[in-house]
Structure formats: C-alpha cells, structure tokens
C-alpha cells in the first residue's frame, strides 16, 4: 500500500474514533446505550413495597429496547438494593457514582435511605428521578436535579385531610407512626389543619409495628372524631383497623398510599368488615384488576414471574414512561444538562395516573392526583379522586 494510502486511512481510521469519542462524551452514554441506575429497597421488610416500583421502570425500559430503543439507543438499567435503611443507602448510591457511572439515577423507594442519599447526589449533578420516595426534603425546595413522579408527603397528608372534610367531617383525629416517614407527613399534617382553622380531636403515634393499638384506639373513640386519619404503614395500619373493627369504631378513616392496597388490608384484618368505612388514596389511578391495566399487568407477569402485579408495579411504571418521554425528546444529541431541562417542563400523561405528571421549574413534584379506593361488595373500587390545596 503507498504511503498516501497509509496515510488516508490513517485519517479516516482517527476520525471515527473521534466521532466514536464524542457520541460518548457524556457519562453513561454511548453511540448505542444509555446506563440508567436505581437503587431502592430489593430485600428487607419494605422490599414488598420498593421492588415492585423499580420492576415497573424496568419493565418499561426493556419494553422500549424490544421496540428499538431510542434515538438507536437501548437503555441498560441497574438497580442496587438499599434496604431501605440509612447506611446502606448511602453505600448503593456510592456504587451507582462511582462504579456503574450512569447517565441518571431512576430510584429511591424508602424516605430513609433517600435522605441520607440526596448529598451524594447533590453533589454528583446527576439527574435524578424518584420512584417512591415520600419525604418534603427530597424536592422541597427546588433542586435543579431532583424531581419526582411519586406524590410529596405533604400532598398525601393535605389530600387525606380535604377528602375528610369533602364528606362532610368536621372532628377530626390523626393516627401517625413515630419514624422519619411518619414525621414527615404529621408536621404538614398539622399545618394543613392550621391553615383551616382545625384542631384535631385527638393526635396519636404508633410504633411502625405495633402487635395491639387497642389502648391508643379506645383514646381517640372517646373524643368521638367523625374521621380519622392515618399516616402509617401496613404493619400499623392492619393492627389499628383489626382492633378498631373489634371495638366497633367504624368513623370514615382515610388512608395514605401505603395502605391502599386494599386486598392485603382485607387479608391482614381478615375481614372485609374492617375496612367498612376506610378510604384509601393511592397515587396510582387504576386498582390491579381494572381491564385498563391489563396490557401491563401482562408485561410485569411476564417480565417477573414471581410477582403479581399491583399499584407499587404502576408507580414504577409510571416513572420508566415519564423517563422515556424526557430521553424521546431530548433527541440524539443527549446530555444531561438537555434531559434537565427538558424534565423541568415536561407534562404527560401515564398509563397508571388517574391525573398528568408535570413539572415546572418552580416545582419539580411533578403528580399531584390521587384517586380514591374502596371495598364494595368485596371489590376494590375507584370512588374518587383528591387534590391537595394548601
């Protein structure tokens, strides 16, 4: 071969590599992948909850890789368990930094851990999109690179207490349990009653996981509330209404989304009776069963053998579709500092909401309709929907 020909080979040989290079350039992007990591709880007593919300991402993520990808890029997703717990978390989200280097984070299932992991995230300028984690402080005030598509604890709490007074409450008690996640829903709690000019009838803590809440339910009776609401998760909330049925307290009790599952209350109560009055508010908008979702319940099944599926499965998915609109648009040319702005505008409506995801600039908790459930005639059943109003 001459020595042009060496030499223009050269050339063309050095310019696909600097092509090559700048497809690249960005963290966790190549010319054919995009690197996605999550981390929530995948074991531990919260796992339940958390791994079938990053299972929806997931499924949704591989749905759009079997259809081609985007902008010719499939999505590699990694997910790191937390356990829900402080220390770990942080450790997951190290990992996720520093090992896997992803393009964003979609994750973060458990309050707890998502605290101790915001700095780390922070200071990594990394997008970051939350699953499932409730706590005020994650988007609150408005941080650049965090948004959420999971109802902030404020408007659980703000939506509960509104629906309440919508059927015409007027006494109203609160049952909260004392962790982190408790504590950030009864502060808004109480300045939500505040700002109405309400003073709760009777205001009691439970431990997360109580073995008998007769003692605090037989307290709030005697004040004899017309409604009560509760901050608590499944280990505290089956105990309070088995124990609340048993000594026929049966006022409208509304719940939050951990407790709007409600085929595990009935299971947990073992009885349908003991959810006579109760009302849960989920952030999804379909119960599992509804035909609406049966595109997807077929897609999880499928997916993940070993899971039914549920609300927490809609969660995620509603974040891996959110997350797919933001890459769609960005276009091929994908940088973080593009998918930032684009998710800071971004309004669309999910297949699992009963009410449009949008962010704005100035509020990046971006779902704020929560539709309302029901036992009726042994089927869960939408009567509702809630939208907190501070």
């Given at each position: 071969?001459?020595?042009?020909?060496?030499?223009?080979?050269?050339?063309?040989?050095?310019?696909?590599?600097?092509?090559?290079?700048?497809?690249?350039?960005?963290?966790?992007?190549?010319?054919?992948?995009?690197?996605?990591?999550?981390?929530?709880?995948?074991?531990?007593?919260?796992?339940?909850?958390?791994?079938?919300?990053?299972?929806?991402?997931?499924?949704?993520?591989?749905?759009?890789?079997?259809?081609?990808?985007?902008?010719?890029?499939?999505?590699?997703?990694?997910?790191?368990?937390?356990?829900?717990?402080p220390a770990k978390g942080v450790g997951a989200v190290r990992k996720i930094l520093h090992v896997h280097r992803p393009f964003m984070i979609v994750g973060g299932g458990c309050s707890n851990a998502a605290i101790a992991q915001k700095p780390e995230i922070e200071n990594a300028k990394i997008p970051w999109l939350i699953l499932g984690s409730t706590a005020d402080s994650?988007?609150?005030?408005?941080?650049?690179?965090?948004?959420?598509?999971?109802?902030?604890?404020?408007?659980?709490?703000?939506?509960?207490?509104?629906?309440?007074?919508?059927?015409?409450?007027?006494?109203?008690?609160?049952?909260?349990?004392?962790?982190?996640?408790?504590?950030?829903?009864?502060?808004?709690?109480?300045?939500?009653?505040?700002?109405?000019?309400?003073?709760?009838?009777?205001?009691?803590?439970?431990?997360?996981?109580?073995?008998?809440?007769?003692?605090?339910?037989?307290?709030?009776?005697?004040?004899?509330?017309?409604?009560?609401?509760?901050?608590?998760?499944?280990?505290?909330?089956?105990?309070?209404?088995?124990?609340?049925?048993?000594?026929?307290?049966?006022?409208?009790?509304?719940?939050?989304?951990?407790?709007?599952?409600?085929?595990?209350?009935?299971?947990?109560?073992?009885?349908?009776?003991?959810?006579?009055?109760?009302?849960?508010?989920?952030?999804?908008?379909?119960?599992?069963?509804?035909?609406?979702?049966?595109?997807?319940?077929?897609?999880?099944?499928?997916?993940?053998?070993?899971?039914?599926?549920?609300?927490?499965?809609?969660?995620?998915?509603?974040?891996?579709?959110?997350?797919?609109?933001?890459?769609?648009?960005?276009?091929?040319?994908?940088?973080?500092?593009?998918?930032?702005?684009?998710?800071?505008?971004?309004?669309?409506?999910?297949?699992?909401?009963?009410?449009?995801?949008?962010?704005?600039?100035?509020?990046?908790?971006?779902?704020?309709?929560?539709?309302?459930?029901?036992?009726?005639?042994?089927?869960?059943?939408?009567?509702?929907?809630?939208?907190?109003?501070?």
């Open positions: 071969m001459s020595k042009f020909h060496l030499l223009g080979a050269t050339a063309v040989a050095l310019a696909l590599a600097c092509s090559s290079a700048a497809q690249s350039s960005e963290v966790g992007v190549t010319s054919d992948k995009i690197v996605i990591a999550g981390m929530t709880a995948l074991t531990g007593s919260a796992s339940n909850l958390t791994r079938p919300q990053i299972r929806g991402a997931a499924a949704v993520f591989a749905e759009i890789n079997d259809a081609g990808g985007i902008h010719g890029r499939k999505i590699e997703f990694i997910m790191e368990d937390d356990e829900c717990l994650l988007s609150e005030p408005v941080n650049p690179y965090i948004f959420t598509t999971y109802t902030a604890a404020w408007m659980e709490g703000y939506a509960q207490l509104q629906y309440a007074l919508d059927k015409g409450a007027k006494r109203i008690a609160l049952v909260w349990q004392s962790d982190a996640w408790g504590k950030a829903r009864i502060d808004p709690m109480r300045a939500a009653l505040q700002a109405k000019g309400i003073e709760a009838v009777a205001m009691e803590e439970l431990s997360p996981e109580p073995t008998d809440t007769t003692p605090a339910v037989l307290r709030v009776q005697a004040q004899k509330p017309d409604a009560v609401i509760l901050m608590l998760f499944p280990k505290a909330g089956i105990p309070w209404l088995r124990d609340a049925y048993k000594l026929g307290f049966l006022p409208l009790t509304v719940g939050p989304s951990p407790l709007a599952e409600l085929e595990t209350m009935v299971k947990g109560t073992r009885t349908e009776a003991a959810l006579a009055n109760f009302v849960g508010l989920s952030t999804v908008g379909y119960e599992a069963e509804d035909p609406k979702m049966a595109k997807w319940r077929e897609i999880i099944e499928r997916r993940f053998p070993d899971s039914k599926f549920s609300s927490w499965h809609m969660v995620g998915i509603a974040a891996g579709q959110f997350t797919v609109e933001a890459l769609k648009r960005a276009g091929p040319d994908l940088t973080r500092e593009k998918i930032l702005q684009i998710l800071s505008t971004l309004e669309m409506q999910p297949d699992t909401y009963a009410g449009s995801l949008k962010c704005t600039p100035q509020d990046h908790q971006c779902h704020k309709t929560l539709a309302a459930f029901a036992m009726k005639s042994g089927k869960v059943t939408r009567v509702g929907v809630a939208v907190p109003r501070r």
